[in-house]
């Protein structure tokens, strides 16, 4: 445990590197500096002690409004990463598991084990952004039960209603996930849904003709190919299976194939 002495002396230097930063965005705008990784490394210290609604947070949006000056297009991933850092985000994805949960209700892994929680809520988990949060609780729920997409995401957007209402703050520890600030509720956008959508028809293999093509779809697709990675990480953990068959350690070198392959596409997506 850190002494009163050293919590001071941490609240001073995290004080001394706001006014910095802050001194450090007033040059920016004043010289118009547009090397962004040079400006990235120096507000990116911001990023080590930020909460919701803090000093840090406040100028760091304002570093992004200046980014979006001279280029949109990063500004919006900047204040997306942002607010998903921040878990503005959380409520979508918590109602996404909360679904996630009831329609793999029973369900079991090959292991036996609850499917819910040894699969899906670590494929979760394991996303950066929310999307991949979101689409990682239901990349299985079109395969694995008789709901088609439409009506999952309906289930979603109304138990995000729901949560909008509710008056206790009891959902919020849903999946021990970054807290969302405050009593805010952010919605996805209608691309966002349209985003989401297209991420999980990509994942449901029952309407690929065969595996390669299965796996072929994904190029280009940046948030199913994410999302997919992280399931077959997931997948070939066999420590889940008490005594491995054959077929469970073939159908693993398979896996490994295919992430290799999924990587190399995901690689070309930001290239």
């Given at each position: 445990m850190l002494t009163e002495d050293q919590l001071e002396?941490?609240?001073?230097?995290?004080?001394?590197?706001l006014r910095r930063c802050r001194t450090m965005v007033a040059g920016f705008k004043a010289t118009k500096e547009k090397d962004i990784e040079y400006m990235d490394d120096v507000m990116d210290e911001l990023l080590d002690f930020m909460d919701q609604g803090s000093e840090a947070e406040h100028l760091y949006r304002d570093?992004?409004?200046y980014l979006s000056s001279f280029t949109p297009d990063l500004a919006q991933?900047?204040?997306?990463?942002?607010?998903?850092?921040?878990?503005y985000w959380t409520p979508a994805v918590i109602a996404a598991g909360m679904v996630a949960r009831e329609l793999h209700s029973g369900q079991k892994d090959k292991g036996g084990h609850?499917?819910?929680?040894?699969?899906?809520?670590?494929?979760?988990?394991?996303?950066f952004s929310w999307k991949e949060k979101f689409v990682g609780f239901l990349h299985d729920?079109?395969?694995d039960t008789d709901y088609p997409i439409e009506v999952i995401l309906q289930k979603v957007q109304?138990?995000?209603?729901s949560l909008a209402q509710r008056r206790d703050d009891a959902w919020k520890?849903?999946?021990?996930?970054?807290?969302?600030?405050?009593?805010s509720i952010f919605f996805p956008s209608e691309d966002d849904w349209k985003e989401i959508e297209e991420a999980l028809k990509l994942l449901n293999h029952n309407t690929a003709p065969d595996r390669e093509s299965y796996i072929c779809r994904f190029r280009g697709h940046r948030l199913a190919l994410q999302v997919k990675l992280n399931d077959m990480r997931s997948n070939m953990d066999i420590s889940r299976i008490p005594s491995p068959s054959?077929?469970?350690?073939?159908?693993?070198?398979r896996y490994k194939a295919e992430y290799n392959t999924l990587t190399e596409m995901l690689r070309d997506t930001y290239n």
């Amino acid at each position: 445990m850190l002494t009163e002495d050293q919590l001071e002396l941490i609240a001073e230097e995290q004080m001394q590197t706001l006014r910095r930063c802050r001194t450090m965005v007033a040059g920016f705008k004043a010289t118009k500096e547009k090397d962004i990784e040079y400006m990235d490394d120096v507000m990116d210290e911001l990023l080590d002690f930020m909460d919701q609604g803090s000093e840090a947070e406040h100028l760091y949006r304002d570093y992004i409004a200046y980014l979006s000056s001279f280029t949109p297009d990063l500004a919006q991933r900047h204040f997306l990463e942002l607010e998903d850092r921040l878990g503005y985000w959380t409520p979508a994805v918590i109602a996404a598991g909360m679904v996630a949960r009831e329609l793999h209700s029973g369900q079991k892994d090959k292991g036996g084990h609850d499917y819910f929680e040894s699969h899906l809520l670590p494929v979760a988990k394991s996303g950066f952004s929310w999307k991949e949060k979101f689409v990682g609780f239901l990349h299985d729920a079109v395969e694995d039960t008789d709901y088609p997409i439409e009506v999952i995401l309906q289930k979603v957007q109304s138990t995000l209603d729901s949560l909008a209402q509710r008056r206790d703050d009891a959902w919020k520890d849903e999946f021990n996930l970054v807290p969302p600030p405050g009593n805010s509720i952010f919605f996805p956008s209608e691309d966002d849904w349209k985003e989401i959508e297209e991420a999980l028809k990509l994942l449901n293999h029952n309407t690929a003709p065969d595996r390669e093509s299965y796996i072929c779809r994904f190029r280009g697709h940046r948030l199913a190919l994410q999302v997919k990675l992280n399931d077959m990480r997931s997948n070939m953990d066999i420590s889940r299976i008490p005594s491995p068959s054959p077929r469970d350690l073939e159908r693993l070198e398979r896996y490994k194939a295919e992430y290799n392959t999924l990587t190399e596409m995901l690689r070309d997506t930001y290239n």
